[in-house]
């Protein structure tokens, strides 16, 4: 079985505070593998982590069997990661277009050349409709300034940026906050496509959509990880119940 | 669908957009238009006797060119430096020094002209590009200083007093110092200049600075390294100040320390954002603006910098994008 | 090494940085509160000097003087605060940059208008002129005065933002804007506050320094550079920090100009170690500031809100 990505004994303090503590994880390519956990389980410090814009105390991080821990964010994007952000992490000032095209020339490994006009490459305009098409947005939208999308387009586009030039390891921290049942319900259908095609690091608060979505979960609490499993698994987990969904309910 | 919006919704959502797009249009436009006018500026005014006039716009198109690449700094990678002015005087001490050891070959100035700039933009941003804001400010700033205290410091190159230049490039057999095609070559550098930000700006390049000033995080996210583009812009801009320091020195034979100090610095500064950040025409509006104040005003009153300083404080607080912004009706 | 001189060098250099501590301090303050970067800061160090210089000369009494520059200064703080700077709180750094640069040349300008481009030279009384001894050692009795003046004030102000009311009311607004609002403080009457005293404190230190140098147009323009470098070195918003870094840099700098040019002397020609000396003492402060933010971004003592 090979491994999409590997974390072993990863530690992370804020000062006193140990946010994550010898955190272990596997997940085999093709997962949609969530983590769950109550609030400030130290979820979103995970991810970063992984992503490479924090840095761990102690620990490794392995995607596709390559140690990456010492790796910068940008270098890890080139590997074939990818993430989308808790809190909408757009360029507001610029289209649409022009932020899905970014992505787009990261991906090819294109820029730099300081003389190609991005702005009537028609090539590079259609694809930037093909990736918006994937996310069910018209591309009637590219020329739309980011700050004037709403909140439930802003987080498709954020998905959508993460999906340009097939990642295959894709983290997305909390793809539905702030969103209505309707937009969460849409969001979880394109999710669901993603399954099987490429691996998906998947934090998420709606429990609904995760155990709907989740192959296997991994719960979090207080940065540590208390159990490890498939849906049926961590809902009928005695320690789950205690630590986390029992504080719920 | 959650993202699709009402049809009715949609065109006036597309406006903002759009009256942008025209902006950006008429501002190239106008940058033709204003470089034709400069073309016929020294025809007319010496049909009329007015070559005191021609010196001054030359003065503002080599002003321009420094501050055009300012505004690359500025409009496109949002770096605000306050030490700009140190690469003029690099430009003019480069050529200086070595008219100053009886080397007047163009070609052998240009060179030294371009790699020191080149030199000491690489190694300055290599350190100021990891910072942010203000200490960025302070830290380009402080790199000025330090070339600024370093010529007032050599006095066998004039220190404080400044160093006159005794013969002007010799490019081939042509002499850049000749004031009747001095004029031109300025103008044609000026030209280059302004079309080569416009063309930027639209560029693979010109997307990525824009999208680093708006949101580092992203622009890593996606598997760029916003540094090494921030270093190679103001690697850059760095060589095309110097380029006005070298024409500089061969306009007005002299080179001082003044010219790298932090008040230089502010006032590239203050052309940028006169004449509007981030436009083509902005520049060369900023410099002429700034130019014809001082002879004019200079001319009715002393005291002229009184009025400068309170018309600079109107503009930052009521026209934040400056003239060209006002007259093109594009927002920053 | 001449013991003489060089406790007269290191009381330069302590003096010159008590005097950069008066200006970094409000500028500290002033940035670190309200996030506004304030190249005009220079110009209420120079009306201070030029409205003391004034009455001292007209009247005779320096002490006068003094008691008169304070109040004005404090008037000219809060109406530039009121009539411009509070505009600009929320601005970008980039906008703050280029309205205080206009204030700088607005008053300039206006100094040439009403005292002419010349300068003035202050008289000193006295009862300052004259020299002390202590422990020895004999140092100008003025320059004495300056040190224990500014101390006094430094210490003041220490206690005055860890001790007293208003204080607590300074650390609140610049902790958190928001939250001191709701806590009933009225943060726009502290930034005028601040900003009106920070004019002031600089203003003393240009009193200060005008019988030494005399009060000349423009200034406070190279010395607002250094106040910058201090807090940047400081640390942003501490008074701690920009204290330590004021002293710091008042000692390279008065240190590097005695002792440079004969440092340089052993190597190159005595004209070049002459003219590049004090150069060097200036490039060493500037290393100095590159060198902290290279491996201490935030200063040496960052205030702990931050």
Redesign the interface.
Known sequence: MSLALEVRDLNKFFGGLHATRNVSMAVPKGELHAVIGPNGAGKTTLISQLFGELRPNSGQVLVDGRDVTHRPVHERAGLGMARSFQITTLVRDLSVGENVILALLARRGHAGRFWRRVDRNAELQDAAGLALARIGMDPSHLPRRVSDLSHGEQRLLELAIALVGEPSLILLDEPMAGLGSEESRAMTRLLAQLKGKTTVLLVEHDMEAVFELADRLTVLVRGEVVAVGTPDQIRNDERVREAYLGEDA | MPNTIPARARPAMLTSRAVQARAADRDLVAAFVLLALLAATPLVLSAFGQEFWTDVVLRAMILAIAAASLNFLIGLGGLVSLGHAAFLGIGGYATGILADFDIDNGFIQLAAVLGASALFALVTGMVALRTKGVHFIMITLAFAQMVYFTMIGLRQFGGDDGLTINYTSMFGGFDLGRKDTLYYVVLAVLAVVMLGYARLRKSDFGLLLKAAKGNERRVSAVGFDPYRYRLAAYVVAGMTCALAGFLDANFTSFVTPGSMSWITSAELIFIVIVGGVATICGPIVGALVFLLIEEIMGGVTVYWHFWFGLFLIAIVLFARNGLVGLLTGGRR | MDTVLFANQLLNGIQLGLILFLLAAGLSLV?GIMDF?N?AHGVFYMIGAYVCASIAIASGSFVLGIVIALPVTLAFGLAAEWL?VR??YK?D???Q???T??????????V??FWGPQGLSVPLPAWLSGQISLAGVTLPGYRLFITVVAAAVAIALWQVIARTRVGMMVRASASNEEMARALGIETRMVFALVFAIGAVLAAIAGIMVAPITGASIGMG?QVV?LA??VI?IGG?GSIFGAFVAAIGVGLIDTLGRAYLPTILGAVFSP??AS??????A??LI??T??LV??FR?SGLFPPANR
């Open positions: 940035f970067i190249l411009i505009h600009f601005r750094h980039l906008d940059v280029l309205a640069f206009g204030m700088v040349l607005c008053a300039d300008t206006a040439k208008y323009n550079i910058l470098v940047i942003i004209s070049v003219s590049a000396g004090p150069s060097l200036s490039i500037y290393v500031m590159t933010l290279i971004p």
